[in-house]
């Protein structure tokens, strides 16, 4: 079935194609595709003028002269096109508008589930019962966060049926709920008014931003939907989680699994969209980017702000403290070589072996990412207890040790490669060839900002890069944290 963007699409096409042509006359073959009855149909449509193709919902406005509104649903498989008159009609054919240029607008519909209905402009707000209580269109202008929130907290309804019910909302179907939900890491089965603010935020912000990148990408073809105008729906290549059952995680690694809800086939990642009894009011940050690309700039600015801060690499360093799980593991893997006489850990030799040897990093990573994990859910507890709105949990290799499964939203910084290199060398006095091989030792820039929610560009001066982060706190409802005063 055609969703929301699929179907503005036809309508964009529709104006390019037929607007301000006017039809001399109408052919019916499927009479109880429209109404009133097809004599009456026929005869109010003779000599009119198509003046311009609204969209409500998935519900096609043509707007005639004098008047008339034809409501158009296109249902599961219908289409219009534009075709030379006398053309052969095929069996699908269901209803051919004349238009006095020589051309038809012919309509097929092989399910024949598609309606037609003609009435006075005005009238389909109360007469389309699917127009009179449909929700707010997915835009910035008409979706506003205190609308979400006013929804929200008056249902305990699992989300994602909440976001399907169109009298909630307009225009959110099976793979845009699935895909807004993964993009906002909120489990599909989550209440409606468990979601604290700052997910309802995000969540909004992405059923805008997906819905118009969808209308861009002119609709999906995940189904047997295309469009009659040549343009073949380009965004089933950026879906993230729809259809991807028992693939990894675009984000986290984490297996994608299928269910089904409220009878719709459902896909979601367990590892970052966890279903939480009581999900509480902090926001996590993941801050993270490539090595030397200026993340401590970032994250004092946050600190300029009070925001509290979850050190990685200190977590890091207090889980292999003389006498703790951590250290003995090391030892254990590496030898005691990795030990200074005094028993504390040699970073320094750690340090050579993992950036040199890919299989030892990984190694590492499998001994620290657990204990690291376990230290920072326990910080992030407190800070949930605590109800602090807001929490940067700082990371270097947020994504190699698979961090990014545990935060709400992850902000990368980012400088051009040419850049990252000089500084590098700069900074820890290396080699251009040890520079590249610390660089190459983690996942590569670009695909960290490919799989970033907001990317901070650090190539500039700090006041750019402070802008940056004003810019996303606002947005993401911490305004209030930077009012000085
Ligand atoms: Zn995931």
């Not at 819905?211 to 965004?235: D, L, N, P, Y």
């Not at 980017?289 to 009070?306: E, P, R």
């Not at 072996?353 to 620290?368: G, P, R, Y």
């Amino acid at each position: 079935m055609p969703e929301l963007p699929e179907v503005e699409t036809v309508r964009r096409g529709l104006t390019r194609l037929v607007q301000h042509a006017r039809i001399t006359s109408v052919d019916v073959y499927y009479e109880k595709m429209v109404s009133p009855e097809p004599e009456k149909f026929k005869q109010m449509l003779a000599g009119k003028t198509i003046e311009k193709i609204d969209r409500r919902g998935k519900y096609l406005l043509f707007r005639f002269n004098d008047n008339l509104t034809m409501v158009s649903h296109l249902r599961m498989e219908g289409k219009y096109d534009v075709q030379p008159a006398g053309n052969e009609i095929t069996k699908h054919t269901h209803v051919v508008f004349h238009l006095a240029d020589g051309r038809d607008l012919r309509y097929t519909d092989t399910r024949k589930f598609g309606r037609m209905h003609l009435m006075a402009t005005g009238e389909e707000t109360q007469k389309v019962s699917g127009i009179a209580k449909m929700g707010p269109e997915p835009t910035a202008e008409a979706l506003t966060f205190d609308y979400m929130k006013r929804i929200f907290s008056k249902s305990r309804k699992a989300i994602k049926p909440l976001l399907l019910d169109q009298s909630e909302i307009a225009g959110i179907g099976n793979i845009y709920a699935d895909e807004t939900l993964w993009l906002s890491r909120i489990h599909p089965l989550q209440p409606a008014n468990t979601i604290p603010d700052f997910q309802i935020r995000q969540l909004r912000a992405n059923i805008i931003d997906e819905i118009s990148r969808a209308i861009q990408g002119h609709g999906t073809t995940v189904h047997s939907f295309s469009t009659a105008f040549g343009e073949a729906g380009e965004f089933q290549n950026h879906l993230m989680v729809y259809g991807r059952k028992g693939e990894k995680c675009l984000r986290c690694g984490g297996e994608i699994k299928k269910i089904k809800v409220a009878q719709r086939g459902t896909h979601f990642c367990p590892e970052c969209q966890k279903l939480r009894e009581n999900p509480g009011v902090t926001m996590v940050l993941g801050l993270t980017g490539g090595i030397a690309t200026g993340k401590s700039t970032v994250s004092d600015i946050f600190k300029g702000y009070q925001v509290p801060i979850i050190d990685a690499d200190k977590v890091a360093r207090d889980v292999v403290k003389p006498g703790t799980k951590g250290l003995t593991a090391i030892k254990d893997t590496f030898g005691w070589q990795m030990l200074t006489p005094d028993g504390t850990l040699d970073r320094h030799a750690l340090g050579t072996l993992v950036f040199s040897q890919a299989e030892a990093l990984a190694k590492l990573n499998t001994i620290m990412g657990p204990l690291i994990k376990t230290a920072v859910v326990r910080k992030i507890q407190g800070f949930r207890r605590r109800k602090v709105p807001l929490v940067i949990y700082d990371a270097p290799t947020l994504f190699e040790a698979h961090g990014a499964a545990g935060v709400n939203e992850i902000m990368v910084v980012t400088i051009p490669e040419k850049m990252q290199l000089t500084r590098l060398m700069t900074r820890d006095n290396l080699s251009k060839e040890a520079a590249k091989d610390r660089i190459k030792s983690q996942l590569p820039l670009a695909e960290k900002v490919k799989r970033a929610d907001v990317v901070i560009d650090n190539s500039g001066s700090v006041d750019k890069t402070k802008a940056q982060v004003l810019e996303w706190l606002d947005g993401a409802g911490f305004g209030s944290l930077t009012n000085e005063n």
